[in-house]
């Protein structure tokens, strides 16, 4: 009964993180699309680090964000590839030294990812060169990782206990 209970809390936290990114990403629509962009739910990718959901989470919302951003399949198989291994190397990253490590390699690995993945993909879209497309893209991670995703990181360290007990 303890599994399928858990099972249960972590389908519930996947989705309710998947709506989240979706609506904030659709509803700042202007700003969360295109080579110069910055996508405020990137900030939720520090769940992986207090959550395994946050994993399928994170991927289901950017594959909902991205079918209706307007770059079509590419967007939809490329830049949810990019959150997927962006917030699988999070999940990795949760047990690496302390908190401002996991923290700093966080952002490092989701600006990365991002900036590499979703670059190359705009790059190719807009004909713009990959380089200045990367670095702008890698921008918006940087802001949205350094804004959004620490206030959500100081508010899941403060509840991190009750997680502790659904991950039990």
Same mark, same amino acid.
């Given at each position: 009964?303890?599994?399928?209970?858990?099972?249960?809390?972590?389908?519930? +936290?996947?989705?309710?993180?998947?709506?989240?990114?979706?609506?904030?990403?659709?509803?700042?629509?202007?700003?969360?699309?295109?080579?110069?962009?910055?996508?405020?739910?990137?900030?939720?990718?520090?769940?992986?680090?207090?959550? +395994?959901?946050?994993?399928?989470?994170? #991927?289901?919302?950017?594959?909902?964000?991205?079918?209706?951003?307007?770059?079509?399949?590419?967007?939809?198989?490329?830049?949810?590839?990019?959150? *997927?291994?962006?917030?699988?190397?999070?999940?990795?990253?949760?047990? #690496?030294?302390?908190? #401002? *490590?996991?923290?700093?390699? #966080?952002? *490092?690995? &989701?600006?990365?990812?991002?900036? &590499?993945?979703?670059?190359?993909?705009?790059?190719?879209?807009?004909?713009?060169?990959?380089? %200045?497309? +990367?670095?702008?893209?890698?921008?918006?991670?940087?802001?949205? %990782?350094?804004? +959004?995703?620490?206030?959500? %990181?100081? &508010?899941?360290?403060?509840?991190?206990?009750?997680?502790?007990?659904?991950?039990?």
């Amino acid at each position: 009964m303890k599994a399928r209970k858990k099972l249960l809390v972590e389908i519930i +936290a996947g989705g309710i993180i998947a709506a989240i990114y979706a609506v904030i990403t659709i509803l700042l629509a202007p700003i969360s699309y295109g080579p110069v962009q910055v996508r405020i739910a990137e900030g939720l990718n520090v769940m992986p680090l207090y959550l +395994a959901s946050g994993v399928p989470g994170l #991927t289901v919302g950017c594959l909902i964000a991205n079918i209706f951003g307007g770059y079509g399949l590419p967007d939809i198989i490329f830049g949810t590839l990019a959150t *997927l291994l962006a917030s699988l190397s999070v999940r990795f990253i949760r047990k #690496t030294g302390n908190r #401002t *490590l996991r923290y700093i390699l #966080t952002v *490092l690995s &989701v600006t990365l990812f991002n900036a &590499v993945i979703v670059g190359a993909e705009l790059s190719m879209l807009e004909g713009i060169p990959f380089f %200045m497309v +990367a670095a702008e893209v890698g921008l918006g991670e940087l802001v949205s %990782m350094l804004t +959004a995703g620490t206030v959500i %990181m100081l &508010v899941m360290d403060r509840i991190k206990g009750k997680l502790n007990d659904l991950e039990e």
